[in-house]
């Protein structure tokens, strides 16, 4: 599996999934959320409906992920997924790895061969940058390690921030 790390726009991107930093809801939000489901257009959001109205009656779950078709986007496929909340008391670290790693279970069960990510939990959740990016970190390698014939061969992780493009290279290039 091939990592690739940098800054720009993840509606942009041609993989076959994205993952979309959403709220348990699913009915839009604001930052990447809100950023996905204008460039999706709204059968995105008539999609996540339609998650609601049947499989996900009480909203996704903190640290699962669900998959919707991508619509508008470039890629095939919206990978949603609801990261801790640190200013709501959310701060199980183990929450936030589960966002990258049941995400990129889900890619592998659609067959998809490319995922970008944006810094889940970062931003208005609280999640410093160093902490998501060590838990991208472990979730990669954790999935790569359980999963040795997965169909993921590139995972993305696009930022929004050059700050941010900084720390998760410095984590990812550590030697360990």
């Not at 939990?121 to 838990?135: D, K, L, P, S, T």
Request: charged share 20%; with cysteine.
């Amino acid at each position: 599996m091939r990592v690739r790390i940098l800054q720009g726009d993840i509606t942009a991107r041609s993989v076959d999934a994205v993952v979309n930093a959403a709220n348990s809801s699913l009915l839009g939000g604001g930052g990447v959320d809100g950023a996905i489901h204008r460039a999706a257009g709204p059968e995105l959001l008539a999609a996540c409906r339609e998650l609601r109205a049947t499989s996900l009656p009480n909203g996704l779950p903190v640290g699962a992920a669900a998959a919707t078709p991508g619509f508008m986007l470039p890629s095939r496929r919206v990978i949603h997924t609801v990261g801790p909340n640190r200013h709501a008391g959310q701060t199980n670290r183990a929450l936030l790895v589960s966002c990258f790693s049941e995400s990129l279970r889900v890619a592998d069960s659609l067959r998809a061969g490319s995922i970008a990510f944006p810094a889940v939990g970062g931003g208005v959740y609280g999640w410093h940058g160093r902490q998501v990016a060590e838990a991208a970190f472990d979730a990669v390698n954790g999935f790569t390690a359980s999963h040795p014939d997965s169909t993921v061969e590139l995972v993305e992780f696009v930022l929004f921030s050059p700050e941010m493009e900084e720390t998760f290279k410095a984590v990812f290039e550590q030697p360990r």
